[in-house]
């Protein structure tokens, strides 16, 4: 984390008081009960010139004189040590690498608690800070404590920092007090406590209580596009597949939806509702954009969708394309089977003629749709060639033996010698 540029310095000459306050430090004034603010500390005259050099040299850029400079400095008077040890920890937290030099210089000035009192807050802040860049959630928490006891604020950006550092230690059953604690007292919507109350519900499998922290960012913030998604994804986890359905729907109709699984999402709710037509469609739309692999498992896919909605047509199409990929006999038996119920006898003909060259396994259930088949064209030895050959399945020979029954007849009738 880059500070340097974030870092304002103001100071005066000496005998003067030298301030680095971080611009996104709280600029409250202590305000519990009885409090009486102090009187301003001065750095000694010694100190403080050396100091003024190390300003100067930050002043010009020469940010490793500055340091330099700093780390030469000790002096026995607690308040200009605990002054440099501020101002260096500052500028170390600048340099790459220094993160754990700088937060010793700054822990060192902050607990020997003779800084001014706004000092003091802000580098309690600063510390809590720096302990969750440096993973020390637990002394993290421990100094936004003493902030908080400090100057008895009750500020929504310090109850996030703690809801967070209750989640990075995995104690999310601490998390949604302090966050629900940001949510009320936030002057403005903020998405950060409700996204931290979402992921601890998450993680302890309370999946009702998360459905209701997506519907509240949804309601709250609906131009974002991810909450969307993640109520969806709840209302799926508590089987809610309905209202799941509805979200993904307005989502997509707003164009809100770009991922692969938000779509595969949203076709599957739609195959498993009594719309499969929708979700073929949806499917066909970002399998020929690409979005998905338009491989020979995902164009089966797609026919198995559009045979749930009764398109023969189209599902033994796709079907096709997956066997142009990939030769699998079966899908040239699928093929075959739909063509029929297409009424397409000449294409499901050719079709599981292939699947038997292709070896296919239980290859009598296809002798007997190419007996259908052969019987519509009015190919009737070919009918009874493929009836015959069906009988050797045991669970098909009555009706392959019906079927021969029929077909003879059809063919007597027409003069035609089986």
């Known amino acids: 984390m880059k500070?340097?540029?974030?870092?304002?310095?103001?100071?005066?000459?000496?005998?003067?008081?030298?301030?680095?306050?971080p611009v996104y430090a709280q600029e409250l004034p202590i305000a519990c009960p009885g409090y009486k603010k102090g009187k301003t500390k001065l750095i000694g005259e010694r100190a403080g010139?050396?100091?003024?050099?190390?300003?100067?040299?930050?002043?010009?850029?020469?940010?490793?004189?500055?340091?330099?400079?700093?780390?030469?400095?000790e002096s026995k008077d607690p308040f200009d040590q605990a002054t440099v040890d501020k101002f260096l920890g500052q500028l170390l937290v600048s340099e790459d690498n220094k993160e754990e030099?700088?937060?010793?210089?700054?822990?060192?000035?902050?607990?020997?608690?003779?800084?001014?009192?706004?000092?003091?807050?802000?580098?309690?802040?600063?510390?809590?800070?720096?302990s969750m860049q440096l993973e020390k959630y637990s002394d993290a928490l421990s100094w936004y404590a003493k902030w908080m006891d400090k100057t008895c604020k009750e500020d929504p950006k310090m109850y996030v920092r703690i809801a967070k550092a209750h989640t990075e230690l995995k104690e999310y059953d601490k998390v949604i007090a302090p966050a629900d604690k940001a949510i009320a007292i936030a002057e403005k919507p903020d998405k950060n406590p409700h996204v931290l109350k979402?992921?601890?519900?998450?993680?302890?499998?309370?999946?009702?209580?998360?459905?209701?922290?997506?519907?509240?960012?949804?309601?709250?913030?609906?131009?974002?596009?991810?909450?969307?998604?993640q109520l969806g994804m709840?209302?799926?986890?508590?089987?809610?597949?309905?209202?799941?359905?509805?979200?993904?729907?307005?989502?997509?109709?707003?164009?809100?939806?770009?991922?692969?699984?938000?779509?595969?999402?949203?076709?599957?709710?739609?195959?498993?509702?009594?719309?499969?037509i929708n979700a073929a469609r949806i499917f066909e739309k970002y399998l020929e954009s690409g979005l998905f692999d338009k491989d020979a498992t995902q164009l089966a896919a797609l026919a198995n969708i559009y045979h749930q909605a009764q398109e023969y047509e189209s599902a033994a199409e796709f079907y096709g394309k997956a066997a142009d990929l990939e030769p699998d006999p079966d899908y040239y038996r699928r093929k075959g089977n739909l063509l029929i119920n297409a009424e397409d006898y000449k294409g499901a003909i050719a079709?599981?003629?292939?699947?038997?060259?292709?070896?296919?396994?239980?290859?009598?259930?296809?002798?007997?749709?190419?007996?259908?088949?052969?019987?519509?064209?009015?190919?009737?030895?070919?009918?009874?060639?493929?009836?015959?050959?069906?009988r050797d399945d045991s669970s098909l020979r009555r009706n392959a033996n019906?079927?021969?029954?029929?077909?003879?007849?059809?063919?007597?009738?027409r003069g035609i010698t089986i």
């Open 3 to 21: 500070l340097r540029s974030k870092i304002l310095w103001a100071a005066c000459a000496v005998g003067f008081a030298i301030s680095a306050t």
């Open 49 to 73: 010139k050396k100091l003024t050099n190390a300003f100067d040299a930050y002043n010009e850029d020469r940010v490793a004189d500055a340091i330099q400079i700093l780390m030469e400095i």
């Open 101 to 130: 030099e700088a937060y010793k210089k700054l822990l060192s000035a902050v607990q020997a608690d003779v800084l001014n009192d706004k000092d003091q807050v802000q580098l309690m802040q600063l510390v809590g800070d720096l």
């Open 198 to 229: 979402l992921n601890a519900y998450i993680e302890t499998k309370n999946f009702p209580k998360a459905v209701g922290v997506a519907e509240t960012l949804v309601t709250i913030f609906p131009e974002d596009k991810a909450w969307w998604s």
């Open 234 to 276: 709840m209302y799926m986890m508590v089987e809610d597949y309905p209202k799941a359905l509805q979200t993904f729907g307005v989502a997509h109709r707003q164009g809100y939806l770009s991922k692969k699984s938000e779509l595969r999402a949203l076709y599957q709710l739609y195959a498993q509702s009594d719309a499969p």
């Open 351 to 390: 079709a599981l003629n292939q699947a038997l060259e292709l070896n296919v396994k239980d290859p009598e259930k296809v002798h007997f749709s190419l007996m259908q088949a052969n019987y519509y064209t009015g190919n009737f030895r070919k009918a009874h060639e493929h009836a015959m050959a069906s």
């Open 402 to 413: 019906a079927w021969i029954a029929i077909i003879k007849n059809k063919a007597k009738n």
